[in-house]
Structure formats: structure tokens, C-alpha cells
């Protein structure tokens, strides 16, 4: 099929931005494949994987913005291409009210704001992170792709300096009560969370809501913050900035096993806070009784779910403690299996969603592999055929170079779930759809075809394929979490309430 590309020259829109847009130009009639992105080397790899590759293209510098499409015809893909700059150019009018600069410095000269938000590919972030924290900004770096040693040397000014640097590769931040990127709307109140992961910070800031708590601040602090390499730096002054903050009541620390020195730093510090702290490394064995000089101040749990619940009491409201039990008929699903189905299969799209599922079903059996795991043993490598029960996270960086994060554009994770519904070791999948500011406008209706295709193909083999979903958000979110629920379940889709209970009653449902 013919391709056909269009380059601006010094034209510039940051990543999101470019990822929604090949989104939306993705859907329209006719295209087969279509890629927006900057000249950047990164991007031009893309757009050569995917066979849409012009020596105008080739040609392109980082400060040109790239049109690529293939559509049926000559003629589909000019109307494509003048498609594209109709829809950027709405997309700019419905931002007339922000006014566009060429620089940073420019943007920070002419506003009073005390945090930048950085997203731009990777190796330009740090150079962007810098001017920012010179002009004693705060700094998010939506971006990924930075390397250990530069987040190194930026949180080690920002530290010295009193400022904060979120990420990189942070994908969510509450801060006096403004959600930026993938967070979500929440109730403000007496919570203050620092989180080293992303949907992690995401799931218990919703759990907070439904327990009918809020957040006072949620600071987002990368991946990688607790690291040996990184040593808890932002994590650690995080802590402190929520110890002065009157509003917060109760301090919630989220993070994936950390190294066991820092997490040694982050609990001596936190002992030293006059409030009450809720340490959630999920996954990780911390219990209160681990060690007896745990100040009183310290209540520990190893998912997001647990970690809710005790801030919400802490904070000093009621709490349901039991476990939620749902009404599905296990009996029955367990006998309807063919004998070829032996595995469960998640394929989602927070990582920090996919290691609680993970750790859920670890502690039940050994047969789990998931590309998130840490161990060799359990690691699912990337382009690998799903083996025993397998989990994959579609958002991990190796999926997300030069292309939209699936919480942006389902299409990889969307072929995924169909490749693994059609595996007839398959029994029982995993999806998760993630709400909040910056993810796709309609998550479940961008997957309904691919999931009814799952059934039908289950169905064609004589197989019974069951589907459990979790959707991470709330009714005020703008995609609103009631009525992406009922397009589930009007595709047959079980719904649970939370990350744990999605693994627990996968659990349940498998063959006895």
C-alpha cells in the first residue's frame, strides 16, 4: 500500500501531544498505519519498524515534525495528511488560552508558576530539567529514557536547592489538588502520598476516594528513586516537604521492593515524622513484626488496596476491613474449562498494576512469569511466547520507545489480548483500564473489538475463555468510571474493585 509523509520544518509539539494525535489519525477510514513524532533518531527507528520510511523522512532534523501514513490509496493518504494539520491545528485552538512559547526560558520568564512539567524524548529532558531547577522551578519529568546518571546529578541539585524533581518517567502528581498527566479526580483531604511508581500512586489515590478519604498531595518520584544508584533522595525529601505540610494528616510511601539499604534510610527518616506513616513496598514481606524498633508511627502492608484502608483509619474515618466477596458462580467457570486451559494471562497496561497481580498469584503458586519480574527465573522476556501463568506490562519502556503509551492507544496491548485469548492454554484473562486526565477518552470501547473477538475465537475452538477486568479511576474522571463498568459487563466481562481482588479472583475462577 502506498505511504506517504509530510515533514514541518521548526515545528514543535511535545510527545503527549504527538501520541494523542497519532491516536486519533489511526482511527480515521482507510488508514493502515499512521506515526506522528519528532526527527529524533528514536522516532525515525519507529517509523522504519513499522515500514513507513521516506528519505524525507531519513532526512528529517530533531526540529522537524514528522507526518508518516499508509492508506489504501494515493489519493486517502493526501486527504490523510491534510487531516493531520486540520486536527493539530484544533487541537491548538482548543488551547488558545495557554499561550505557546519556543523555549523554555522564554515560558519561565513570563510566568509565575513553581513547577515545570518536562516532556520531551528523553535525551533532551535533563538538559530541560536543568534550566528549569536553575530558575528554581520544580520539575515532573514525564519523560522516559533518561539515564540513571543524569537523574542522578539532577535530583542532587534539586536536593540541595529544596526543590523537587518528579521522574523521570513520572506519569502522575497531585499537587494542591491539580492532577497532572495520568491522575485522577480525586477528593481532596488529610493523605499525602510519595510514590515511586506511577499506577501504583494511581490505584491507592482511588481506593483513598472510595473509602471516602482525599488526597492532600501526591508526589510522584520515578521508578527509580529508590534504587542503590539513586539512593530514596526524592523520596526522602518528599517525606520531609509532607511533614511540614499542615494539611497532611497521614503520609502513604508507595514503591515496588526497594534496595534494602534505602529502604533502611526512608524508614529511619519516616520514624522521625510526627505523624503516621503507611510504608506500601508492594510485593515485599514488611510486616509490623519484622522489627521491634519500628517506631509506633510506621503501619506496613504490601499492597496498595491494605495501604489505603490504613491511611483512611489513620486519617481517622471508618473502614470496612473485610474482603470483598463477589457473587460469581466459581463452581460452574471452574467445570466449564477444556482440559488444554491450565494458565491465567494479564496483559496490562500500569506496571505497577501488573506487579500486584503478580506478587498475588506468587504467593499461591511458583508458576507465574511476568516481564516485571526481578528475579531471572520469573522473567517473561520481551517478544517471548506466553508459558504458564504469564503477566506482561504493556507500559514498560522497551513497548513505549518512540510509540503512545497504551493507557494513550491500546492498539499493541488490544493485539495482545486477542494473541493470548487464542492460545488454548489460556483459561482466564487479565485486562486492566486506567482512568484519569491523560489517558484514552474511552478505554473500553477502544478494546470492545478486540475482546468480542476473544470470545468469538474461544467460542470457534469450543473453549470457555473468562474475562476479569479492573477499572483504576473514578466517576469524575473524565471518561467516568460507572459507564466504562457497564461497557464491560455488557460484554460479558467479570468487573472487580480492585488490583488484589482482579488476581484473587482469577485464583478462584481457574480449574480445579
Known sequence: MPVQTKILSGVYADSMTLMALSTKVNKLPGVQKAMIGMGTAMNKAVISDVGLMTPEVEAASTSDMIYAVECETEEMCAEVLAKIDELRTASVADQSQEKSYRSLNKAIEDNDSSLVVISVPGEYAANETRKALEQDKNVMIFSDNVTVEDELALKQFAHEKGLLVMGPDCGTAIINNVGLCFANAVSDGSVGVVAA???????????????????????????????????????????????????????????????????????????????????????????????????????FTNNTLEAAKKAVQAAGLSVDTDTKSYDFDYEKINASFAKSQK????????????????????????NVVSNVAKNAKDQLEIGATSHDHALLDMGSDEFTSGRPHPMIDPTARNARLVKEAQDPETAVLLLDFVLGYGSNDDPVGAAADSIKQAYTDAKKD?????????????????QGKKGQIDQLKDLGVHVVDSVVDMGNVALKMMPK
Open 197 to 299: 511508581s506511577g499506577t501504583g500512586a494511581q490505584e491507592l489515590s482511588v481506593q483513598v476516594d472510595a473509602l471516602g478519604g482525599g488526597i492532600s498531595q501526591l508526589i510522584g518520584v520515578g521508578g527509580r528513586d529508590l534504587s542503590e544508584e539513586i539512593g530514596g533522595i526524592m523520596m526522602i525529601d518528599g517525606l520531609n516537604m509532607l511533614a511540614q505540610d499542615d494539611q497532611t494528616k497521614v503520609i502513604v510511601l508507595v514503591s515496588k521492593p526497594p534496595a534494602e539499604s534505602v529502604a533502611n534510610n526512608v524508614l529511619e527518616v519516616a520514624k522521625g515524622i510526627d505523624k503516621p506513616v503507611v510504608v506500601c513496598f508492594i510485593g515485599d514481606g514488611s510486616t509490623e513484626s519484622d522489627s521491634t524498633e519500628n517506631s509506633a508511627n510506621l503501619h
Open 343 to 366: 494458565f491465567i494471562r494479564g496483559i496490562f497496561c500500569g506496571g505497577t498494576i501488573c506487579d500486584e497481580v503478580f506478587y498475588v498469584l506468587k504467593h499461591a503458586t511458583d
Open 462 to 478: 469450543k473453549r470457555s475463555l473468562q474475562i476479569i477486568a479492573y477499572v483504576l479511576g473514578t466517576d469524575r474522571d473524565p
